[in-house]
């Protein structure tokens, strides 16, 4: 199993990026998937996180209306489009394999792609 | 918001002694239809991303020590390491995923005394 988040960077307060998760070593559409984040002041912060056809869709309060979760299981790819940032939204963000078709615990980590949103 | 607290903050223990971290839960994570508790256990070492331990409270992933095990059930869970190993160092999470959002406890460092 490998997750390869990509898409993280420097961006400026309001701006937006998207970031995304290429996977491989397992059978994607059969699985769900998460996004999480760390910072250094709250450790670890679940985020968003998407059942294995994409139709179900789960947010924080946090990040509700700002960031938007989807997936190309014919590209075996999971996406973060994310709005409105903000500085306490720095951090490094994984993508997280689920061990089933619905978001429950992450058996397997990307190594993370790190946001920074500062002017 | 189901609120995860995990005690201590910071665990220092002996090789080859036993260390025991407290994961508590401000609701049930039990669910009653598969009577099964919605909890996992990670490590984190320093540089890398976390690893999944233990999930449904207490089954333990593939590949992971037998020193390590997770118990509970309902609001307190417990996560044991037997015989502590150099390689143990790491932060600790809990995180329920009964509900939404899937909240992390604030995580327990564990060092060598």
């Known amino acids: 199993v490998r997750l390869l988040e990509s898409g993280g960077g420097l961006v400026q307060p309001g701006g937006s990026l998207r970031l995304s998760c290429v996977a491989s070593?397992?059978?994607?559409?059969?699985?769900?998937m998460h996004w999480v984040r760390q910072t250094p002041g709250k450790g670890l912060e679940w985020l968003s996180a998407?059942?294995?056809?994409?139709?179900?869709?789960y947010y924080a309060g946090s990040v509700k209306g700002r960031f938007t979760i989807s997936r190309d299981n014919s590209e075996n790819t999971l996406f973060l489009q994310m709005n409105s940032l903000r500085a306490d939204d720095t951090g490094l963000y994984y993508c997280?394999?689920?061990?089933?078709?619905?978001?429950?615990?992450?058996?397997?980590w990307g190594q993370g792609s790190l946001v920074t949103v500062s002017s | 918001d189901i609120v995860m607290t995990q005690s201590p903050d910071l665990l220092t223990v002996s090789l080859g002694e036993r260390a025991i971290i407290n994961c508590k839960s401000g609701?049930?994570?039990?669910?009653?239809?598969?009577?099964?508790?919605?909890l996992a256990w990670y490590q984190q070492k320093a540089g890398q991303p976390p690893r999944l331990l233990i999930s449904?409270?207490?089954i333990r992933e593939s590949g992971v020590p037998d020193r390590f095990s997770g118990s509970g059930s309902g609001t307190d869970f417990t996560l044991t390491i037997s015989s502590l190993q150099a390689e143990d160092v790491a932060v600790y999470y809990c995180?329920?995923?009964?509900?939404?959002?899937?909240?992390f406890g604030q995580g327990t460092k564990v060092e060598i005394k």
């Open positions: 997280v394999k689920a061990q089933a078709s619905v978001p429950v615990a992450g058996d397997y």
């Open positions: 070593g397992f059978a994607f559409s059969d699985y769900a």
């Open positions: 998407i059942g294995d056809s994409g139709f179900a869709t």
């Open positions: 609701q049930s994570v039990l669910y009653n239809s598969d009577n099964k508790n919605y």
């Open positions: 449904w409270a207490s």
């Open positions: 995180q329920q995923y009964y509900s939404t959002p899937r909240t």
